[in-house]
């Protein structure tokens, strides 16, 4: 299975999010999934326009099993629920990772699985635990 791996950048410490998401990917591979992140295409994502980036995006999502979606706050990501409702569009799989403190969400009610983690360490946990 492979995952499109949809998160919020805009805001967030770029140094902070690689290497966490360089934990994200590695568990992921351990686990046996495959994935993809615009975050691995750094700079010449980075430097597309808004709207190639979500065309750039779709192209990949489409290319993808399910939609791996990591929210950490009650910060919102327009890019990201763009792509959330273009996979429910196109009936793709969502997979909601979600930290227990966000509130304000009508994500866990259109998520195909939901997994609530505390903090960094109970996110990459349940990452492992993870089986579809």
Same mark, same amino acid.
Request: positive net charge; charged residues 30%.
């Given at each position: 299975? !492979?995952?499109?791996?949809?998160?919020?950048?805009?805001?967030?410490?770029? @140094?902070?999010? +690689?290497?966490?998401?360089?934990?994200?990917?590695?568990?992921?591979?351990?686990?046996?999934?495959?994935?993809?992140? /615009?975050?691995?295409?750094?700079?010449? #994502?980075? @430097?597309? /326009?808004?709207?190639?980036?979500?065309?750039?995006?779709? !192209?990949?999502?489409?290319?993808?099993?399910?939609?791996?979606?990591?929210?950490?706050?009650? @910060? !919102?990501?327009?890019?990201?629920?763009?792509?959330?409702?273009?996979?429910?569009? =196109?009936?793709?799989?969502?997979?909601?990772?979600?930290?227990?403190?966000?509130? =304000?969400?009508?994500?866990?009610?259109?998520?195909?699985?939901?997994?609530? #983690? @505390?903090?960094? =360490?109970? +996110?990459?946990?349940?990452?492992?635990?993870? !089986?579809?």
């Amino acid at each position: 299975m !492979k995952f499109f791996i949809g998160l919020r950048v805009t805001g967030e410490d770029f @140094n902070e999010l +690689m290497k966490e998401m360089e934990k994200v990917y590695s568990t992921l591979k351990n686990q046996g999934y495959d994935y993809y992140c /615009t975050l691995q295409d750094g700079e010449t #994502f980075q @430097n597309l /326009t808004k709207m190639d980036m979500l065309k750039s995006a779709f !192209k990949s999502i489409d290319k993808c099993d399910a939609y791996l979606a990591i929210i950490k706050n009650e @910060n !919102k990501s327009e890019g990201l629920l763009i792509e959330i409702g273009y996979c429910l569009a =196109n009936k793709k799989k969502i997979i909601l990772l979600i930290n227990k403190s966000v509130k =304000n969400t009508y994500l866990r009610n259109i998520a195909n699985k939901v997994i609530e #983690f @505390n903090d960094r =360490n109970d +996110m990459i946990s349940k990452l492992k635990a993870l !089986k579809l």
